[in-house]
């Protein structure tokens, strides 16, 4: 499918007279994989050799050899042979990131019967910067972003929050632990809503289911995030698109999966610039990126925000290891959005005016 443009029969970002407006899909989802089943927070120890891993930044960078092991329900110590190679664009760069972030390959065979069973590859977003205790704030509020979409909808990446003490066996540096987070992998995340992968080169915003659409947009909205696109191919790939993934079939079902936030308002790392072409001079300044709809395919997902709210409010209140100050912070950037929404003018004037035309 890559080199083709999709074109599906339902999903139009703009209803003829009559037509029902659309709300994101919630119908019924497979159960998630024992990974991303608990919002529990894993304990693991990371033995590998995280200095080399530490100076792998190029575009095709090695395996490496790790072992990954935690304790079962039963107290039992469970022992994964798996291998580690870096991963990513920004976070990869070594003025960013001297961690960078890594993509886990399990053995198969080894993890039936423990947590990590059904799962082959996974991203692990790391904690990017050993020193600087604010990254790990920057962690959870990354992990929690990814927690308060599956508010609203199952065709979301679950994700799992971990305890990772990592152990060096070629240095003579002392273990540390730190926060991180496994993201589940998009066949995964497809296979459970019944769908599949949809890679094309390029896409048409009509080709969208509308309120999935339309959810994506007002959650990025919400968390203050211009780093995306729906029609515009991922760097470095050769499909759509930016930071998001598309899932679906070619039958009739398309829907934009949101991803990597760490440009966020919300979370404002210190590395996140804002992109001064829209007319903004800070990551935390909200600029609306969707694409012109009428006024009630808005409405429809506002309800659902509003229907929501509290559970959002409480994903990232109630989060241990979250900062008074993170958390007061975020509590406000919430509180701004959820104004806007509510006030017609408001809407007007910051959502319904600045809209991309398609």
């Known amino acids: 499918m890559v080199g083709s443009v999709l074109l599906l029969a339902v999903g ?48 095709d960078p090695p395996e490496r050899d790790a072992v990954l092991m935690y304790f079962d329900g039963l107290g039992q110590p469970v022992r994964l042979d798996v291998q580690l190679r870096t991963r990513g664009h920004t976070r990869l760069l070594r003025q960013i990131c001297d961690f960078p972030p890594l993509r886990v390959n399990f053995r198969r065979s080894q993890v039936e019967g423990t947590v990590f069973e059904g799962q082959n590859k996974l991203k692990l977003v790391t904690h990017c910067q050993d020193r600087q205790l604010e990254y790990q704030q920057y962690v959870l509020l990354e992990y929690l972003v990814y927690r308060a979409y599956g508010l609203f909808t199952e065709a979301g990446f679950r994700v799992r929050l971990a305890w990772i003490t990592y152990l060096d066996p070629d240095t003579e540096r002392d273990p540390y632990s730190r926060f991180a987070f496994f993201i589940e992998e998009e066949e995964d995340l497809a296979e459970r809503n019944g769908w599949e992968v949809i890679k094309v080169e390029r896409i048409h915003p009509y080709d969208l289911q509308a309120g999935q659409l339309r959810l994506f947009e007002v959650f990025q909205y919400l968390i203050g995030n211009t780093d995306w696109s729906v029609v515009a191919r991922e760097r470095g790939k050769t499909w759509c698109c930016h930071n998001a993934r598309v899932i679906g079939n070619l039958a009739g079902v398309a829907l934009p999966v949101p991803y990597d936030f760490d440009m966020a308002g919300i979370i404002d790392t210190r590395y996140a610039t804002a992109d001064t072409s829209l007319g903004i001079h800070s990551v935390r300044q909200r600029q609306f990126m969707g694409f012109c709809a009428p006024r009630e395919e808005l409405e429809a997902v506002f309800s659902l925000f509003n229907e929501r709210r509290e559970a959002v409010y ?33 809407v007007t004037r910051e959502m319904i005016e600045p809209c991309r035309e398609l």
Not at 13 to 42: D, K, N, Y
């Open 12 to 59: 139009t970002a703009c209803p003829v007279a009559g037509q029902q407006v659309q709300r994101p899909l919630e119908g019924e989802t497979a159960a998630p994989a024992p990974l991303f089943a608990s919002h529990e927070v894993l304990t693991l120890n990371l033995e590998a050799p995280l200095a080399s891993l530490r100076d792998d930044r190029g575009e």
């Open 314 to 346: 409480a994903v990232f209140r109630d989060q241990a290891g979250l900062s008074e100050r993170s958390v007061r912070r975020t509590m406000g950037y919430l509180d701004d959005f959820y104004d806007i929404i509510n006030d017609p003018g408001a």
